[in-house]
């Protein structure tokens, strides 16, 4: 059967040896293909193929390619060095990853794929002949595959992050110096910036297995990043090396918020590297509040930065006993239902996602992930939740919809601005102490603009030029370089919220003797008073803003007041807030974190705090809507632009909806049981649970 072009990819992630069961495989491909479905993602797992040395066994997959081409299903190749050859585990320890305990990476069964050969970490590739070995595996994989008529590219290092303490082994430490050799020149360079003053050469150093607010662990960490993205391009090159025509693709987890410095979960590093980025989200592993998943897409679109991204890993049916899941309510995800499918797919359509595919067509068979998230009933029959995804496959491909999806989300009122670093110096701070610091007041901060219906985007310090408007959570610690480029940007016209204690740990994790660190006691108009570091504390942090009592927490920093402007004050009548002038732009700073303070406690003041944010920086809201338990999103192409509304609940909700932009009435409806009404300027709307309205706007 001929491919065609998709408006949207849409399918599952079907072949994880040995599941589903051979015999039903084209049965499986006829109903995918009956059902909408246009493409299919399989684990192509080097541990389940080369079976001893340079032997392989490619049967499986190369059925798998027939009824792809058969059947008009576009196969996506998911490489998987990672699972390495159980023979390989025994003949070449030496290339075995290491951790911090010195314990080698041994063999496992996989949960994901009930196989074995995967480890903690596996064969390193900073080993000359594990990349070697791997290198030949891939190559085979590529010269195999590419010109297959079933064939349609691949998805390079699965979910793109590392356990979190790998690789300590001889060959890693050896990039390790090499990369400090390039940074630092010297050895009496780098014994000044690590405090650590009687290396005689570069061979003394070793990796850090300490992990504190110290310099070599900051460089240790950066440097693993780095390093395994590194990895990343390896592959890209070396498959680009062999097959110019198909796509090179992968995925993360949507972590850069809560993983990027321990485990690398670097999604705008890694999107970098791809033609196009996705991400594995599961709302049984996180949560079905529904900014979540909404933080997930946004985080999505923002990484991927105009390149195409898609939902590569959905959940399509029930998880059982998963510690995730335990204690949770059984309509929290743990059950799946069609209405749920339902929902999660119109969340990250329209949050601009190219492609969706379950994490299962059908469930695995074996392991501690029996019966789970798969879409198709565990004997491949359809269900009422294959069905509902089925209407929702050839609706989004349907003529009718091409305009819908060339149009592509308009950009965030309000940017939050993300910085690797500042998460890495938090990630080893908090081992003194307890919570996720840098992820709740990221969070916080997200969850405080999108309950208010305003339009936020993730946004990276390298792209801040890209936004008027930009509001830092957590800035505890920022180098000076990037103090240098965010003082600039205001001083250019740009719009800062800034919470409390900027820069305080400066440059390697220094304090900064001069608080507000770095010019931003210039930039602020204040200079600090006092401060206090006390977490446990946090939950009792309260300050007066326009006669509001608004939550903070975590730290506390108060001010004298210099060439700014006093607007808020804590309970004991210290200054708590300032707001000040520079250069063309304005600063706001909040002494405190209202973003913890909000992702902690949703009172109803710290809400109005963030929708104020808009006020203060003199922008009229896109998007008014008189019901705070429904999304909307507008997206806009040279075709027109389209409403998203949708109801997350579990009953009907009605709205009435004011754009700022002139609307003059509603062209079509495109998705929903209700026609919305258009009156004086205000859509009236009307959604069933779990649903979505989607119209064409004049």
Same mark, same amino acid.
Request: aromatic content about 12%.
């Given at each position: ?52 040395? !340079? ?12 009824? =792809? ?46 196989? *074995?050969?995967?480890?903690?970490? *596996? ?94 662990? #900051? ?21 680009? !090396? ?36 996705? #991400? ?18 946004? &985080? ?28 949770? %309510? ?12 339902? &929902? ?54 349907? $003529? ?17 601005? $993300? ?64 103090? %240098? ?7 250019? !016209? ?28 210039? =930039? ?51 200054? =708590? ?19 913890? *303070? ?33 999304? $909307? ?17 579990? *009953? ?9 932009? $002139? ?8 998705? !929903? ?26």
């Amino acid at each position: 059967m001929e491919m065609q072009h998709n408006q949207v990819s849409y399918g599952a992630v079907y072949f994880r040896k040995s599941n589903p069961p051979r015999q039903d495989w084209e049965r499986d491909y006829a109903q995918a293909s009956k059902d909408g479905m246009n493409i299919f993602r399989h684990w192509f797992m080097w541990g389940s193929i080369e079976i001893a040395p !340079g032997i392989y066994d490619w049967a499986d997959y190369d059925m798998q390619l027939d009824l =792809a081409a058969k059947y008009g299903i576009r196969t996506i190749i998911a490489e998987m060095v990672t699972s390495a050859p159980e023979w390989l585990y025994r003949k070449y320890p030496e290339i075995l990853a290491v951790d911090s305990t010195g314990k080698l990476s041994k063999s496992y069964m996989g949960g994901s794929s009930a196989t *074995g050969g995967f480890g903690h970490g *596996g064969v390193c590739l900073d080993s000359p002949l594990g990349k070697e070995l791997a290198g030949n595996f891939l190559k085979k994989l590529v010269e195999r595959y590419k010109d297959h008529p079933g064939m349609y590219g691949y998805d390079i290092w699965n979910e793109c992050n590392y356990p979190h303490d790998i690789c300590y082994c001889e060959h890693t430490q050896k990039q390790f110096r090499e990369w400090l050799k390039k940074k630092y020149g010297t050895i009496k360079e780098l014994n000044q910036t690590w405090h650590r003053y009687s290396y005689a050469s570069f061979e003394d150093v070793m990796a850090p297995v300490e992990t504190g607010m110290y310099p070599d662990c #900051m460089d240790w960490q950066k440097f693993r990043k780095v390093n395994f993205h590194d990895q990343m391009q390896w592959r890209v090159d070396l498959i680009r !090396g062999l097959d110019t025509k198909n796509k090179i693709t992968a995925h993360g987890i949507a972590a850069s918020l809560n993983n990027m410095a321990a485990g690398g979960s670097d999604d705008w590093l890694a999107a970098s590297k791809v033609e196009s980025y996705g #991400m594995t989200w599961v709302t049984a592993r996180k949560g079905s509040e529904p900014w979540k998943q909404w933080h997930a897409v946004d &985080l999505l679109r923002a990484s991927s930065h105009g390149k195409p991204f898609w939902h590569s890993e959905m959940q399509g049916g029930p998880l059982w006993l998963q510690p995730q899941v335990i204690g949770r %309510k059984k309509e929290d995800g743990r059950v799946a239902t069609a209405e749920d499918i339902r &929902l999660w797919n119109m969340v990250s359509l329209a949050g601009g996602v190219t492609g969706i595919l379950y994490l299962r067509w059908r469930s695995l068979l074996d392991g501690p992930l029996f019966g789970s998230f798969g879409l198709y009933s565990n004997n491949g029959l359809p269900n009422e939740r294959s069905k509902m995804a089925s209407k929702i496959a050839i609706w989004a491909n349907d $003529v009718n919809q091409k305009g819908l999806f060339q149009s592509s989300p308009v950009k965030g009122e309000i940017g939050i601005i $993300v910085i690797p670093e500042t998460q890495t110096f938090n990630y080893l701070m908090e081992q003194a102490g307890t919570g996720q610091f840098y992820a709740n007041c990221m969070c916080g901060a997200y969850r405080g603009f999108f309950d208010n219906n305003v339009l936020v985007d993730w946004v990276n310090i390298d792209h801040i030029s890209e936004y008027d408007t930009l509001y830092l959570p957590y800035p505890i610690h920022i180098t000076s370089t990037h103090v %240098k480029e965010l003082l600039d940007w205001v001083s250019l !016209g740009g719009k800062l919220i800034v919470e409390g204690c900027p820069a305080y740990f400066g440059d390697n994790g220094t304090v900064g003797i001069v608080q507000p660190n770095y010019g931003f006691q210039e =930039a602020c108009g204040a200079v600090e008073q006092s401060v206090e570091f006390m977490p446990d504390l946090g939950d009792k942090i309260v300050f007066d803003y326009e006669g509001k009592q608004i939550d903070g927490g975590l730290f506390l920093q108060a001010y004298k007041v210099k060439s700014g402007k006093e607007i808020g004050r804590y309970e004991d009548g210290r200054i =708590a807030a300032v707001q000040n002038s520079f250069g063309k732009g304005q600063i706001l700073l909040i002494g405190t974190y209202p973003s913890e *303070g909000y992702y902690r406690n949703q009172t109803t003041d710290n809400r109005n705090f963030f929708a104020s944010l808009l006020t203060w920086a003199d922008k009229e809201q896109l998007v008014k809507v008189s019901n705070t338990k429904l999304q $909307v999103r507008i997206r806009k192409c040279d075709e027109g632009t389209y409403l998203w509304a949708i109801n997350p609940t579990n *009953g009907e909700e009605s709205a009435e909806i004011i754009l700022s932009e $002139v609307v003059t009435g509603i062209k079509t409806k495109l998705w !929903g049981d209700n026609m919305p009404v258009f009156k004086n300027g205000s859509i009236s709307i009307c959604i069933p649970p779990k649903d979505a309205v989607i119209i064409q706007i004049y």
